[in-house]
């Protein structure tokens, strides 16, 4: 079985990308760049009377939400993020199997999402730091570079009490896992890769990953500063609850 996978992978990894079909992948990338454009978190912002982008950090993204709006607000603002980028890779994953096309990339479709929330076409270009579609892009792609992530986000919170911080730290380094080659073996965790050229996937998710990093510079310079807030977890929680 073990030997099976090798092969498998010396295929894929042999397998150079056919630029005929790139217009396919364009495509992909376009749709799921305008689903990304759909940011909850301005809709329903907009609903109680305010535009996130003009209040707090101005960013118009979960952590932001949950800060002015609470607990409840920010989680669903978060799930709707992490979904619409998964939920877009997985559709293009199903047509994917279904063509049997090796030179259609399901992640396209999540770095379109990514973009979509970051540069929101319906929203004049302003919109989130992608932290949360990043997170939809990578359970997509492998649950257990997934469970990585989470556990190395949450730490890095739980130490440094910067979320800014904790995404750009966590984006710096957990994308790079799926170019270790045992990812392209085609586990049952790793079905994204099946029938796709290596390391085509974990290539895409670097790139999303430097976008969030480059997004997040004014937050370093916060940091710098003394400006960046910080979460204290026992005050935050009773100021949270009780919007």
Known sequence: MNLEKANMLEN??????????VWINIVIFAIA?????????????????????????????ATNAMRNFGIKFGAVVFIFDIFKAYISIMIVFSIKTWLNDVFILPIIA??????????????????GK??????????????MIFTIFVMIYIALILI????????????????????????????????????TPYPSHAIIIVICAILIILKHVPNYVRIINKQESKINFYTNYNDLKSK
Do not use: E
């Not at 990894?13 to 005929?20: Q, T």
């Not at 984006?171 to 890769?193: C, E, N, T």
């Open 33 to 61: 760049y305008f689903i990304g454009s759909i940011n909850l978190a301005i809709i329903l912002s907009k609903k109680r009377g305010k535009d996130l982008r003009k209040v707090g950090s101005g960013n118009a993204g």
């Open 160 to 195: 440094t009490k910067y979320v800014s911080l904790s995404s750009a730290l966590s984006a710096l380094v957990v994308p790079y896992l799926g170019f270790i080659p045992i990812i392209y073996s085609q586990s049952f965790i790793s079905f994204m890769q099946r029938n």
């Open 110 to 127: 999540g770095a379109g999402a990514l973009v979509g929330h970051i540069f929101p076409i319906f929203f004049k270009l302003k919109g």
């Open 130 to 143: 992608g932290v949360a579609c990043l997170f939809g892009i990578v359970l997509a792609f492998d649950l």
């Open 12 to 21: 894929l990894s042999n397998l150079s990308f056919d630029w005929k079909y």
